[in-house]
């Protein structure tokens, strides 16, 4: 089945350093969804990208998805405490079912 | 709009214990689905549902029984409760399966001794 890893677990900066996660997918990916959850929180969706090659921003937030659409990354320009949170990417199978990344942890050191 | 709403917030069952899992929402989302959360797993696919009355398996789904009677309402039903469902359960909804952001609600956290 589709299997969706994402690299780093865990990733530690400083206050006003980037961040970036990274994303990948055994399979192409027809759309890929990004989700934040904070601390003892429920994932927040942020943003889905459809197309090959596509770059969206939000803020300091940039996403992008791969040509191949297998995979996706998330990079946070001069991070903030706000950020703190678990960052995970999701996409869907052939069917109807939506596979969550593992996560990257974010923790922001003031 | 209340959005997804989970009950109860927490729960401790014993082993062999069963229970039931509430979720409703009031959005008219035909998609909803049931994740559990575990530390370093991310979130697995339990059980999902594209409509009333059509329900179906994700990668997780032993243990665990769902039925979607009306659109609003997704109930999981745990059987017979081991210590290895001990877990935060999340329950999402979304207007269609993969093509929209999903809305998930506040969570379930059930521990099994």
């Known amino acids: 089945g589709q299997q969706v890893m994402q690299i780093p677990q865990y990733q530690h900066v400083q206050e006003g350093e980037d961040f970036t996660t990274y994303c990948n997918s055994s399979t192409t990916l027809s759309n890929i969804q990004w989700y934040k959850q904070r601390p003892g929180g429920h994932p927040v969706f942020l943003i889905q990208?459809?197309?090959?090659?596509e770059v969206k921003k939000q803020k300091r937030l940039t996403f992008q998805f791969g040509e191949a659409k297998k995979n996706s990354s998330l990079h946070i320009t001069a991070t903030q405490t706000t950020d703190v949170g678990t960052y995970f990417c999701?996409?869907?199978?052939?069917?109807?079912?939506?596979?969550f990344g593992t996560g990257t942890s974010l923790t922001v050191i003031p | 709009n209340a959005g997804v709403t989970q009950t109860p917030k927490f729960q401790v069952l014993k082993t062999g214990q069963s229970m039931t899992l509430q979720c409703a929402q009031d959005m008219n989302h035909e998609y909803m689905s049931w994740y559990r959360q575990d530390p370093g797993m991310g979130l697995r696919l339990i059980h999902y549902s594209v409509g009333a009355g059509i329900t179906d398996q994700g990668e997780v789904p032993n243990g665990y029984n769902v039925s979607r009677s009306t659109t609003e309402d997704f109930p999981l039903r745990l059987l017979s409760a081991a210590p290895s469902q001990t877990s935060v359960y999340f329950c999402?909804?979304?207007?269609?399966?993969?093509?929209?952001?999903?809305?998930f609600g506040s969570g379930t956290r059930l521990t099994v001794v």
């Open positions: 999402a909804s979304s207007y269609s399966a993969g093509r929209y952001g999903y809305t």
């Open positions: 999701a996409g869907p199978n052939t069917g109807n079912q939506f596979y």
């Open positions: 990208l459809v197309k090959s090659g």
